[in-house]
């Protein structure tokens, strides 16, 4: 190993400058890029979902309702961590490490839950082991394979409108390194940041830029740490 280090050209500070001005201009597009793409995600249609899923809690068997928790949305993370697994995989280990305290996504009226094929007690071991809080829970049944996760990882998204159940995102492979964040999480979703600036449909709750935003220990109490 060396301990040289290639670089780029050194410059004066108002070529700098002018250089770092012509990025921005750039980054500025990307940023205006992504909230069109955003936008157009929130109108992204839905699929009703029209099977009962069983899932393994810390409480007891649960349909994926009561996954909700009380709350309008509900992101699914699909973690790869199967029974006895020798080596957990490390991609959904960065993924778990990312997820950002759960009260600001609660503070959207959304859930995030991750969901293995492990049994709940090697969940609860490993989930200590990584000093995870997320809420994870066991499937028994075809819940990853109805929605496009037969194996490995992928991210679903879903709504409650009354007492039916919709989904309106998916995504894997590399589609889940921009997650980890509160605001790439909610850009996900079929409400978004719920923010007036944002391109939203019609109806969708709404509330000034960043007026909603909070310690997480200054939400209320019926938020839980992530």
Same mark, same amino acid.
């Given at each position: 190993?060396?301990?040289?280090?290639?670089?780029?050209?050194?410059?004066?500070?108002?070529?700098?400058?002018?250089?770092?001005?012509?990025?921005?201009?750039?980054? $500025?597009?990307?940023?205006?890029?992504?909230?069109?793409?955003?936008?157009?995600?929130?109108?992204?249609?839905?699929? $009703?979902?029209? $099977?009962?899923?069983?899932?393994?809690?810390?409480?007891?068997?649960?349909?994926?309702?009561?996954?909700?928790?009380?709350?309008?949305?509900?992101?699914?993370?699909?973690?790869?961590?199967?029974?006895?697994?020798?080596?957990?995989?490390?991609?959904?280990?960065?993924?778990?490490?990312?997820?950002?305290?759960?009260?600001?996504?609660?503070?959207?009226?959304?859930?995030?839950?991750?969901?293995?094929?492990?049994?709940?007690?090697?969940?609860?071991?490993?989930?200590?082991?990584?000093?995870?809080?997320?809420?994870?829970?066991?499937?028994?049944?075809?819940?990853?394979?109805?929605?496009?996760?037969?194996?490995?990882?992928?991210?679903?998204?879903?709504?409650?409108?009354?007492?039916?159940?919709?989904?309106?995102?998916?995504?894997?492979?590399?589609?889940?390194?921009?997650?980890?964040?509160?605001?790439?999480?909610?850009?996900?979703?079929?409400?978004?940041?719920?923010?007036?600036?944002?391109?939203?449909?019609?109806?969708?709750?709404?509330?000034?830029?960043?007026?909603?935003?909070?310690?997480?220990?200054?939400?209320?109490?019926?938020?839980?740490?992530?």
């Amino acid at each position: 190993m060396t301990d040289h280090i290639p670089h780029q050209r050194i410059v004066s500070r108002k070529d700098w400058s002018a250089a770092r001005e012509a990025l921005l201009a750039r980054e $500025k597009e990307l940023t205006r890029a992504q909230d069109q793409l955003a936008a157009e995600r929130r109108r992204q249609p839905w699929e $009703k979902v029209t $099977k009962d899923y069983v899932f393994v809690t810390p409480s007891g068997k649960a349909g994926l309702a009561d996954l909700f928790d009380g709350r309008r949305q509900l992101i699914v993370y699909h973690h790869m961590l199967k029974p006895a697994d020798p080596d957990p995989c490390a991609g959904c280990g960065m993924v778990g490490d990312q997820i950002p305290h759960l009260a600001h996504l609660h503070a959207r009226d959304t859930s995030l839950v991750f969901v293995s094929r492990a049994p709940l007690t090697e969940i609860k071991a490993f989930r200590a082991r990584m000093g995870w809080q997320m809420p994870w829970v066991e499937s028994r049944d075809n819940f990853g394979v109805d929605f496009d996760v037969p194996k490995y990882f992928g991210l679903n998204v879903f709504i409650r409108d009354g007492g039916d159940i919709f989904r309106t995102y998916f995504t894997k492979g590399r589609g889940v390194e921009t997650l980890g964040t509160v605001w790439t999480l909610l850009d996900i979703t079929p409400l978004g940041r719920q923010e007036t600036w944002e391109d939203a449909p019609e109806g969708t709750p709404q509330d000034a830029a960043h007026q909603w935003l909070r310690l997480h220990d200054e939400y209320g109490t019926g938020d839980t740490p992530a």
